[in-house]
């Protein structure tokens, strides 16, 4: 007989599974720090990435000045300013991602729980079943 609350836990479970909480469960077996780690170290690759793609942006459409001016240019005081923009960028991410991550860690720990409280009713009830199983015998003689 079809015992309808494991049908309905198993059901619960696999749309967790496949619908809601994959990248949560996929993401639960690392610890808070190297979940954080991970994330703040992408967030600063990221940033760098498109620091540069935005300072060679920036250079093309002042091109002909810069060829112009070559010689001219105060190159150590455009190297200060824009190593100042990208320390200040940089910090800002670390401490953004780090707050954004630790939090969104904590969410995902809480969905987890959840996830694997009804797990372990699914294996109650399969233990429950088994148990059942062997009290059984058949008696025919």
């Given at each position: 007989m079809v015992n309808e609350e494991?049908?309905?836990i198993m059901a619960q479970i696999a749309l967790d599974e496949t619908k809601y909480h994959k990248k949560e469960i996929r993401g639960g077996e690392y610890d808070k720090s190297d979940y954080v780690r991970s994330h703040v170290i992408s967030a600063i690759w990221n940033v760098t990435i498109s620091y540069i793609f935005i300072l060679c942006l920036i250079a093309l459409y002042y091109a002909?000045?810069?060829f112009l001016n070559v010689?001219?240019?105060?190159y150590e005081r455009l190297g200060f300013i824009l190593l100042g923009i990208y320390?200040?960028?940089i910090i800002l991410t670390i401490l953004?991602?780090?707050l954004f991550y630790s939090k969104k860690y904590i969410r995902n720990r809480k969905i987890l729980?959840?996830?694997?409280?009804?797990?372990?009713?699914?294996?109650?009830?399969?233990?429950q079943?088994?148990?059942?199983?062997?009290n059984d015998t058949i008696t025919g003689i």
């Open positions: 494991k049908v309905r002909d000045y810069i010689a001219r240019l105060a320390t200040i960028f953004m991602s780090y729980e959840e996830y694997y409280e009804k797990l372990e009713q699914l294996d109650r009830f399969y233990e079943g088994r148990e059942d199983a062997d």
